[in-house]
């Protein structure tokens, strides 16, 4: 059984004009997989196809944007017409406003919504309904982010929309595991132009651009890579080597791949007859302080 073998397989993937998901359709189509090409924008979704055609692959191209149940539907639809049937719907289409709460404008906050959780929630159940029907199982890949689990300033609708993704897969992974579908959260790190706007990366971020390769500790410590060293996790979770694997939140960046903790429960106490407020104080300052977990995600040195 081959993680890197799609023969005959079809993909959807939606945002894959550029950046991360151009790379997951191309790998795709690397592996032998024909995949329905999905952006707003024609000459980058037309030049990802052709990418994919390059790699070996089969391509066929949807121009719309993803939120709409129409789009859904048509990014299905598309994959049956031409080429006869679907196996993964990989969800990654997506758009930043970012700006700290007090400034984000409900217009900024709905975008950033209907893209990432609306857009995730219609294409992940156009796909369900079409795995139900045909009987021979599929695969629903999402794209979470490090924002997701931890917060990210600056991101509160991205943050929210990326931690309510993974929330989805392991939904979905209880309501479609009769159907044979497996449903996964990719949370992908990468060095790409918003990466490269932070602070801590700028300098590497130039060097990075202009060939040089990264230093071992952000490949690492940092897990940032290109966004081809993101794929290979999407091609194994479309392929038949990963059948048993469902609800999962798996990361991959650089040289490092992760799994995610599912929230659990960290400490209890329990109070006969109930609590009151100063009870809480107390065993809070006494007992659970120590444990309370920051937010926000923590960078090792890069010296």
Request: aromatic share 6%; charged share 20%; proline share 5%.
């Amino acid at each position: 059984m081959s993680a890197e073998d799609l023969t005959g397989r079809v993909a959807v993937v939606t945002g894959s004009g550029r950046g991360l998901g151009r790379a997951y359709a191309v790998a795709l189509g690397r592996a032998g997989a024909a995949v329905v090409v999905n952006d707003v924008d024609t000459d980058s979704a037309e030049e990802t196809a052709e990418l994919v055609r390059a790699a070996g692959g089969r391509a066929a191209v949807v121009v719309a944007p993803v939120g709409p149940a129409e789009t859904a539907d048509r990014l299905v639809a598309t994959a049956v017409s031409e080429f006869g049937r679907l196996d993964a719907m990989i969800a990654n289409a997506g758009v930043l406003r970012d700006r700290v709460m007090w400034k984000a404008t409900d217009e900024d906050f709905d975008l950033v919504v209907a893209t990432h959780l609306r857009g995730s929630f219609t294409c992940g159940r156009a796909a369900a309904n079409h795995f139900r029907e045909a009987g021979e199982g599929g695969r629903i890949i999402l794209i979470g982010s490090p924002a997701g689990q931890f917060g990210s300033f600056g991101q509160t609708a991205y943050a929210a929309c990326k931690a309510g993704i993974v929330a989805m897969a392991r939904t979905w992974s209880l309501e479609l595991a009769r159907a044979g579908v497996t449903v996964n959260a990719v949370i992908p790190t990468a060095m790409t132009e918003m990466t490269g706007t932070m602070p801590i990366y700028q300098e590497v971020y130039q060097r990075f651009l202009e060939g040089e390769p990264l230093p071992p500790v952000v490949r690492r410590e940092h897990a940032l890579g290109s966004p081809e060293d993101v794929a290979p996790l999407i091609v194994w979770l479309a392929s038949d080597a990963s059948s048993g694997i469902t609800g999962q939140a798996i990361g991959l960046g650089g040289d490092r791949l992760t799994l995610y903790a599912h929230p659990a429960v960290l400490e209890t106490r329990d109070a006969d007859g109930g609590w009151t407020p100063d009870g809480i104080r107390q065993v809070w300052e006494a007992e659970l302080s120590a444990l309370a977990q920051p937010s926000g995600p923590t960078f090792a040195p890069q010296d």
